[in-house]
């Protein structure tokens, strides 16, 4: 190609594109633009969202390492507040507890009560105790009475220096003189197997659901007014001379941590009477 | 060089520049992915299919870019002539060359765009971008290049046996 001719052509192509420049600034190409670049943007929108997803990948797997370190990092300050959380929530529980028993020792402000920690469940499934880590260093004696805010546990039935034995009024061995809190009717809560049965309710005494049995304070074995539970169900034998009804605790003796010692109750032994 | 597969070819590098090159931009530079086998095109086959690609490949990145329809063309239209005065086809070639004009090619083509702009009042400050997406783009060109007109040779010769067992 002659000389002439390649500068004629460029001429031309440098011609051509000042002029699509200038058309195109002054919006007179707009709508074919619009037209021709529809199938371009449109493959650019494929190729985008491709690139996208490799690129997406791409990163993942370069801040793989990081995020595993990453990771790592969050799993040890997870354990670490878990641990705090597991604390405080014991902290809380501690606090609960304490503030019932503060709440309940200032409703009884003649007794003196020792609070002590259950350490032990009796292993056999005969015998409904438990093991408290308060003995005779602390001025436990057997025959004291044991209690939470939510009522009478038992009482003290073996002690040793540092740790006491505690007979629940759940065990089949236990009968604790009650009285029905409206009626003022008298009667003796057993263990039973499955709770508490309260016995030897006169007949003319009107007995319903919901009814609170604390303590009579008869036989001198516990002090008088302590909430035992609430009867669920009376039920009578036409052969017996007395009526029965069915008492449930306010304490889950499966899950005492806590109890408290009345320490300034002397048990009364009436056996030189008999 | 400039049937259909052409066209095909330079939309393929179209969307490639629009997409997959700004995930790799360093430094503010990028490769001009249409630019080197334009340049490419240009030692191998001479000033008029340089010419043509430049128009054509130009015209559709304008198409989707926010750029003037021409701007681009205008662009690779100086670099292409300027690299074939500056680096005629004619003689043994260095391997350093396409990449040297791959250099002058982005110098031309960004300095274009930029007075293209400049002009038609779409941009400020062309000299801060010369110095932050020029220059590295400059550096990035030089060594895409080789890969590319190594490609655009095989590209060129099969093309030209293809012909002329045709004839």
């Known amino acids: ?274 | 060089m400039v049937g259909y597969l052409g066209v095909v070819v330079l939309a393929i590098v179209v969307i490639v520049q629009a997409t997959v090159i700004p995930e790799i931009r360093i430094a503010g530079g990028m490769p001009d992915l249409l630019l080197l086998p334009v340049l490419a095109v240009t030692l191998l086959s001479g000033l008029n299919f340089g010419l043509v690609w430049a128009i054509i490949g130009g015209l559709l990145q304008d198409l989707i870019s926010a750029v003037p329809l021409g701007t681009t063309s205008l662009g690779l239209v100086c670099a292409v002539v300027a690299v074939h005065l500056i680096f005629d086809q004619q003689g043994p070639r260095s391997l350093l060359i396409p990449s040297v004009a791959a250099v002058a090619g982005t110098l031309i083509l960004h300095g274009v765009t930029l007075l293209v702009l400049a002009l038609t009042g779409r941009s400020q400050m062309p000299g801060q971008f010369l110095v932050y997406v020029t220059l590295p783009s400059m550096i990035y060109n030089a060594v895409v290049m080789l890969p590319v007109y190594r490609l655009s040779g095989l590209f060129y010769r099969s093309e030209r046996s293809r012909r002329v067992k045709g004839l």
């Open chain 1, 1 to 274: 190609m002659r000389r002439s001719s390649r500068l004629l052509l460029v001429v031309i192509s440098v011609f051509l594109c000042v002029a699509l420049i200038m058309l195109s600034v002054s919006g007179v190409l707009s709508p074919v633009q619009g037209i021709l670049a529809t199938p371009l943007q449109f493959l650019q929108g494929l190729a985008n969202s491709f690139v996208t997803r490799v690129s997406n990948f791409a990163e993942g797997i370069v801040e793989l390492q990081s995020l595993q370190q990453r990771n790592r990092e969050l799993e040890a300050a997870l354990a670490a507040y878990q641990s705090e959380i597991v604390e405080l929530r014991e902290i809380r529980s501690d606090y609960d507890r304490i503030a019932a028993f503060l709440k309940y020792t200032r409703s009884r402000e003649n007794e003196e009560f020792l609070v002590a920690d259950v350490i032990g469940r009796d292993i056999s499934a005969f015998n409904r105790v438990i093991q408290i880590n308060r003995g005779t260093r602390d001025g436990l004696r057997e025959g004291m009475p044991v209690v939470t805010e939510d009522g009478l546990v038992g009482r003290i039935s073996r002690v040793s220096a540092n740790a006491s034995q505690v007979t629940l009024i759940t065990d089949t061995v236990s009968s604790v003189n009650a009285r029905l809190l409206s009626s003022r009717a008298e009667g003796a809560v057993q263990g039973q197997v499955g709770g508490l049965r309260m016995t030897f309710i006169d007949l003319g005494t009107r007995v319903q659901e919901g009814d609170t049995v604390i303590t009579s304070g008869l036989g001198g074995n516990f002090p008088e007014g302590i909430i035992i539970g609430q009867v669920t169900s009376v039920r009578q034998a036409e052969s017996e001379l007395f009526r029965e009804a069915e008492v449930r605790s306010l304490n889950n003796f499966d899950r005492l941590e806590n109890v408290m010692v009345i320490t300034n109750f002397q048990p009364v032994d009436l056996s030189v009477f008999e």
